[in-house]
């Protein structure tokens, strides 16, 4: 099916405007194409934007720490690390004390596991939306990612007390932190629309995907360096765009190791394949969505 | 030109919409197909062209027309396909084959209150609302006072929507969707929840955008509501438009050809029968107390309404409703099962008696709703039509129209409080 012309305008006329002539809203039979509907999507922004409002507003309603749970999450994760990993089986941190290289990683790897979580149930999970009104499914997935990067941006900013406590002062090329991360929602986002898209109809999905995490989590090199996996693997290693991005993210923050740019090229790389896949899988499937909920 | 339909189907899978697939399913599926097909060949059949068992048509080949500021009337039987329309015209789903148009915005009052969320507050649930139905922000702030006036809800604007009673959380709701100012507006059965002045208000705000020029396509089993608000009507039956025309020549036709008297509705494949795996409708039936379906029921006779069906455990909670509404859609009566009672499994049979001298004469249609193990079963409307006779006594020598919805037998009684004297003209007080 395509819709050829925008079913939102913009800017609604506030009365019944005459739109004679040319059909807003055309259905054909389905069939597949490659088209995002991109445009569809600029006009529904302000639906991202509240879809994604409500995503960070009704977060933490009824915890008693509300956001500080943002913080708690990676910085436990990363005290345990350091304490059975740094301390007890004295794993080597490139010369860093462990707690900030593990910090430093989990920084980037909780908004990557936690915009894939969200956005892998945010179609199930808006079931009541999907089958009652019409808007690009896209946006529910989309706003889910963008509704992580707020706890991402609480997490950073702890970074700098850390780091601080540590007597590490930031380099300048923490400048580039952020395109890193954007690399890791990018990551997400893609991996996120596969499984949105496959949990509506294999509910199976949502028992894979704690799994689907904690070994992506021990495929990326958060707990331990990369120097540590032998050199005849690092070709499939890096396959992971999360190594890139995990390796990127300390490199630019502590100057440790060399500049990972092969690394992240090939991080780049995968994203794309990654995402452009999940578009197109998406995109193909969104029509039935409503009729396998 | 509003909307133009032109040979639409939709096809849906049996038990597609019920149930979602586990991969084992279709891992089975994979290594069962090319068996079955191997079989298939062997015995020189051509492949399923789709209309085998397996799938039911929604909608058959439906083309239709509606201009611009038109109100179209949409009835039909349960599962004839009124709300599959509505979902294509309104994009939620795609048709399988067959091409539409739609000139301009579409809003629709399929279901209100779409998209609220419970921790957030009456504001803030108005803003996100109507993003999600497709209003701007602009929008929203232009109208956001008269939003807030039309539902009542003024001073619980900064309280969650949790705390809020079922009709505000309602009103509220309805305010948000009714202010959706789209060339397009499609209306399903909203009437059919709420109280009466709610529906009144529903109505009211229908006929409204009828009066403004806008295009309705209004989908009820009120046919009274229908006769007055659409200008033209179309009957579907099975998914195929079966009558088109002015609203009351086709719900007269609708109320006498196709509302058939069914006092008695027996599934005989339980796998298709209306409910899930776990309950499953098998046998419907009103009778007079002490008769069987087919005999006549009068004004004055009790009758008995008996549901069987099949329930898989003992532990799942059941309720069954069910409503009583007479030929016009006025809503008569309800009665439920109560779901903390528990049911046994097995074959069960629940009935009740309605008691002589209550109804009035006439078709009354029976709808049938529930809950099973906290999961909604379909609504079943018009599951059972039937007539209620005029018994001939208690009329004395008037012969017309008794009018009403219900007809009980009230006892008059008149005394005299005292004599008149002569010369009097007054009674004494």
């Known amino acids: 099916m395509t819709w050829l012309h925008a079913h939102r305008t913009a800017d609604a006329p506030s009365d019944v405007a005459p739109t004679r002539g040319v059909p807003l809203v055309r259905v054909n039979q389905p069939g597949s194409s490659w088209g995002v509907p991109w445009q569809e999507l600029w006009h529904c922004r302000e639906l991202v934007y509240f879809l994604t409002w409500r995503d960070i507003k009704v977060r933490y309603k009824q915890t008693i720490f509300g956001a500080a749970w943002a913080i708690v999450q990676p910085l436990f994760t990363a005290l345990i690390l350091s304490l059975f990993l740094g301390r007890l089986a004295k794993v080597t941190s490139d010369g860093m004390p462990y707690p900030v290289f593990a910090y430093t990683a989990m920084v980037p790897w909780q908004l990557f596991s936690q915009a894939l979580t969200e956005a892998s149930n945010s179609l199930v999970a808006n079931e009541r939306l999907i089958t009652k009104v019409y808007f690009p499914r896209m946006a529910i997935p989309l706003s889910a990612v963008l509704a992580s990067l707020v706890e991402f941006a609480i997490a950073f900013l702890v970074l700098v007390p850390f780091l601080a406590y540590y007597r590490i002062v930031p380099k300048v090329t923490t400048v580039t932190a952020p395109f890193i991360g954007l690399l890791a929602v990018l990551v997400a986002f893609g991996a996120g629309l596969w499984l949105s898209a496959l949990n509506v109809q294999y509910r199976d999905v949502r028992y894979t995907l704690g799994f689907l995490v904690q070994i992506w989590f021990l495929a990326s090199p958060v707990a331990y360096p990369t120097s540590l996996v032998p050199h005849h693997w690092r070709a499939w290693y890096g396959l992971n765009p999360m190594v890139g991005v995990i390796e990127g993210f300390r490199w630019a923050l502590l100057g440790s190791g060399e500049p990972p740019g092969p690394l992240l090229a090939v991080s780049m790389a995968t994203t794309a394949v990654i995402l452009a896949g999940g578009l197109y899988y998406f995109q193909r499937m969104e029509n039935s969505f409503s009729d396998l909920m | 030109m509003a909307v133009h339909c032109d040979g639409i189907s939709k096809r849906y899978r049996l038990g597609e919409r019920q149930r979602y697939r586990a991969l084992r399913d279709t891992l089975t599926r994979a290594m069962v197909a090319p068996v079955r097909r191997m079989r298939r060949a062997f015995r020189h059949q051509a492949p399923g062209d789709g209309r085998g068992p397996e799938y039911v048509w929604a909608l058959n080949d439906v083309s239709l027309e509606v201009r611009r500021g038109e109100v179209l009337g949409i009835i039909g039987r349960n599962g004839a396909g009124k709300s599959t329309l509505l979902k294509i015209l309104s994009r939620i789903t795609t048709p399988t084959t067959g091409r539409v148009e739609v000139y301009g915005r579409t809003g629709s009052l399929l279901e209100v209150g779409t998209g609220f969320h419970p921790e957030l507050t009456g504001r803030e649930n108005i803003y996100l609302n109507g993003a999600i139905l497709g209003m701007t922000r602009r929008e929203i702030d232009r109208k956001f006072d008269e939003i807030v006036e039309f539902s009542e809800c003024s001073r619980f604007l900064d309280t969650p929507v949790k705390h809020y009673s079922s009709g505000m959380y309602l009103r509220l709701a309805f305010a948000v969707a009714a202010h959706l100012e789209t060339e397009i507006l499609l209306v399903d059965e909203v009437l059919a929840v709420g109280d009466a002045p709610f529906q009144k208000k529903c109505l009211a705000r229908a006929s409204e955008a009828a009066h403004a020029g806008r295009t309705v396509l209004f989908v009820s089993h009120n046919l009274l509501a229908v006769n007055t608000l659409c200008s033209r009507t179309i009957c579907l039956h099975e998914g195929k438009i079966v009558c088109e025309g002015p609203s009351h020549q086709v719900t007269s036709y609708y109320l006498k050809d196709w509302i058939t008297r069914l006092t008695e509705v027996v599934y005989s494949d339980l796998a298709r029968a209306p409910g899930n795996e776990g309950f499953r409708l098998r046998r419907v039936c009103v009778r007079p107390v002490n008769g069987i379906p087919a005999d006549p029921i009068t004004v004055r006779t009790p009758f008995v309404v008996e549901i069987e069906y099949q329930k898989r455990d003992d532990r799942d909670s059941l309720e069954l409703v069910v409503d009583l509404l007479d030929e016009h859609g006025v809503h008569i009566l309800e009665t439920w099962w109560p779901y903390e009672r528990p049911v046994p499994s097995g074959l069960i049979r629940s009935w009740f008696t309605v008691p002589g001298d209550l109804l009035n004469a006439g078709p009354h249609r029976l709808r049938l709703s529930?809950?099973?193990?906290?999961?909604?079963?379909?609504?079943?409307?018009?599951?059972?039509?039937?007539?209620?006779?005029?018994?001939?006594?208690?009329?004395?020598?008037?012969?017309?129209?008794?009018?009403?919805?219900?007809?009980?037998?009230?006892?008059?009684?008149?005394?005299?409080?005292?004599?008149?004297?002569?010369?009097?003209?007054?009674?004494?007080?």
């Open chain 2, 370 to 429: 529930g809950a099973f193990a906290g999961c909604a079963l379909p609504l079943l409307e018009d599951l059972l039509v039937f007539d209620v006779q005029d018994s001939g006594d208690l009329r004395g020598l008037y012969h017309g129209n008794w009018p009403g919805a219900v007809r009980p037998n009230i006892e008059w009684r008149t005394e005299q409080l005292g004599a008149l004297s002569p010369g009097d003209d007054s009674p004494p007080i």
